[in-house]
């Protein structure tokens, strides 16, 4: 494979906001005010390699060729529920993205992703693709997500997250070689429990103020 599997977003704003957001006393609302802020930075580096074409328009002194998106419209799929916190911020940037949602908990015990939903835009073989969730932890919950995508049709994916553990990262190069991931940290490692080290806790429940 050519494409670079791991790409870390080392942009100084994107991580001053994660520093902000790993430490446990930032509120509900900051964490979420900050989320949103840092998907729209992260959303423009996932999506540096969109094709162009070329349209006719007029500007107030003359004609010329100018550059516009190529082909469908992207396709950003929300793993659920996290992914929704990146989602929301990507969607001001690209509202005319088409959006699909893979429901997936993990099973605290198990650590297995469980499914409790899907709806994804139809023709994902003609899309670039790109799947969101704030974590990347034993990578048990992308993969699936992945798989399902690809059982409808996506070929053109990309993974973007805000953390990642080396965990997760080497089970998606394993199960999705093709898959280029993007994240703002690679950190240390998954604790006993599953949680990325440092990281910044349940993403979830710091989104939503639940525990
Ligand atoms: O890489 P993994 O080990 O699979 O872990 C990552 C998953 O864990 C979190 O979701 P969680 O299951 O807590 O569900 P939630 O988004 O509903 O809180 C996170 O948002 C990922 O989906
Ligand atoms: O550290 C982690 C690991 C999985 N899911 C989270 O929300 N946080």
Redesign the pocket.
């Known amino acids: 494979m050519n494409k670079q599997h791991l790409t870390i977003i080392n942009h100084p704003l994107v991580q001053h906001k994660l520093t902000i957001m790993r430490k446990k006393d930032v509120s509900t609302a900051g964490f979420r005010r900050l989320l949103r802020e840092i998907s729209l930075l992260l959303a423009y580096e996932v999506t540096r390699e969109l094709e162009l074409t070329t349209t006719t328009i007029e500007t107030p002194i003359c004609e010329m060729q100018a550059p516009t998106l190529e082909g469908k419209k992207l396709a950003l799929i929300s793993?659920?529920?996290?992914?929704n916190g990146l989602l929301d911020g990507i969607l001001e940037l690209i509202p005319g993205a088409r959006v699909g949602f893979v429901?997936?908990?993990?099973d605290p015990e198990t650590?297995q992703?469980v499914e409790y939903y899907c709806k994804v835009p139809n023709a994902l073989d003609a899309r670039m693709t790109i799947v969101v969730?704030?974590?990347?932890?034993?990578?048990?919950?992308?993969?699936?997500?992945i798989d399902k995508l690809k059982e409808h049709g996506a070929k053109n994916l990309r993974f973007l997250c805000l953390l990642a553990?080396p965990e997760?990262v080497e089970?998606m190069r394993q199960a999705h070689p093709d898959v280029p991931v993007f994240t703002a940290a690679l950190d240390e490692r998954?604790d006993d429990h599953?949680y990325i080290v440092p990281g910044l806790g349940?993403?979830?429940?710091r989104?939503?103020g639940?525990k």
Do not use: K, Q
């Not at 429901?103 to 993990?106: D, F, I, K, P």
């Not at 704030?134 to 993969?143: F, H, I």
């Open positions: 793993i659920l529920r996290a992914g429901g997936l908990y993990r650590l992703p969730d704030p974590m990347l932890a034993t990578g048990n919950s992308s993969v699936a997500a553990a997760g089970r998954l599953g349940d993403a979830g429940d989104m939503f639940t």
